[in-house]
């Protein structure tokens, strides 16, 4: 044992890349009759891994060994719990394994539970989008949408999880576009609602509409054409934006080719379309530098006055959220 642990520290000096490195210092270290020392150093690596199955196993022996027979019960029972789970197995890298040859072998059934299991320990999006698989391929498409949001949790960026989500949304979609072919209404709503759940689209809020004024059903109509005002309003403002950041980009382009009137042209487009200090500083640094003072007077009493109407709006809306309060 002596040798052992010198063995492990020379290799933890060294800087080791090897995961148990400190678990055989600490079964060293019980060798030698310093369990208290193995004790903790088990115990500060349940602090990271609480479900690794070797650091509770090992740990409940040591209290055994020490004569602590309710700790020892305990880790030797959380130990035995998680080793019935992962079918005997210690390392999950393992689970993983058998699971990803379950899958490919068709197993999907065994490689879905095996997944589960390792989710619940590895909070891992590759893993995530595995269960997703086997749930499209079942059919199951709440349960499959419920593992894509689990990745966006994850990694909110995720291309491959909102594709999938993308597709869960147009396969309700299809069979809603079906049912409402064969003027079967009221399953048509049904999938659409579905398909809404999974993502509130402005074609398919449409599509849905027009099943509710067949359905008779006013106020669904009333709730989703508003619902979809709302969303035009949104994507007409986003289109905006980007045309305006556009011309910001061409101002500053042409300002440093020094090319004034075509700078001075985009930036009046982004000045007109918002209030921007920004755009504001850029147009009154170049009227000033080519002295005309009569664009600059003009350019400041625009300033002004938008100064004031975006002063009024702010009132106006902070008036009105008071009021929905109070009637609240």
């Known amino acids: 044992a002596d040798t052992a642990l010198e063995c492990f520290e020379n290799l933890r000096a060294l800087k080791a890349n090897f995961k148990y490195l400190n678990m055989f210092i600490a079964i060293a270290k019980t060798y ?8 903790e150093i088990f115990v500060e690596g349940l602090g990271t ?29 959380i130990g035995a719990s998680l080793l019935e789970k992962s079918d005997g197995l210690y390392h999950i890298s393992d689970l993983v394994r058998i699971a990803d040859e379950n899958l490919e072998n068709g197993s999907l059934k065994k490689a879905l539970k095996l997944y589960k ?24 498409y709440k349960e499959a949408l419920e593992a894509y949001q689990e990745i966006l949790k994850i990694d909110p960026k995720s291309s491959h999880a909102k594709l999938q989500i993308d597709e ?47 359905l008779k059903n006013p106020q ?15 994507q007409l403002e986003a289109e905006n934006e980007n045309r305006r950041l556009e011309h910001i ?4 382009l042409s300002l440093k080719r020094k090319d004034y009137k075509q700078a001075i042209e985009s930036f009046e487009l982004a000045f007109r379309m918002k ?24 350019l400041l009493e625009r300033w002004n006055k938008m100064v004031e109407h975006a002063d009024k709006m702010k009132a106006y809306e902070k008036e009105e959220a008071r009021q929905q309060e109070t009637q609240a």
Request: net charge positive; charged share 30%.
């Open 220 to 234: 669904k109509v009333e709730e989703l054409t508003n619902e979809l005002e709302e969303i035009q309003k949104q």
């Open 168 to 214: 869960i949304h147009s396969i309700y979609r299809i069979k809603g576009e079906a049912f409402y072919r064969d003027s079967k209404f009221k399953a048509a709503a049904t999938f659409y609602e579905r398909a809404l759940r999974v993502k509130r689209d402005a074609e398919t809020i449409r599509e849905t509409i027009t099943v509710y004024k067949l």
């Open 117 to 140: 299991i390792v989710v619940e320990e590895n909070n891992d999006p590759n893993i995530w989008s595995s269960i997703g698989e086997i749930y499209m391929t079942q059919e199951q």
């Open 32 to 39: 030698l009759g310093d369990a208290k020392g193995a004790i």
């Open 275 to 298: 209030l921007d200090k920004d755009v504001f500083v850029y147009l009154a640094t170049i009227y000033k530098a080519l002295k005309r003072n009569e664009e600059m007077q003009h």
């Open 249 to 252: 980009k061409t101002g500053k």
């Open 49 to 77: 891994e609480q479900n690794n199955r070797f650091f509770n196993v090992n740990l409940g022996l040591m209290y055994r060994k020490a004569g602590n027979r309710l700790l020892s019960t305990k880790y030797l029972a």
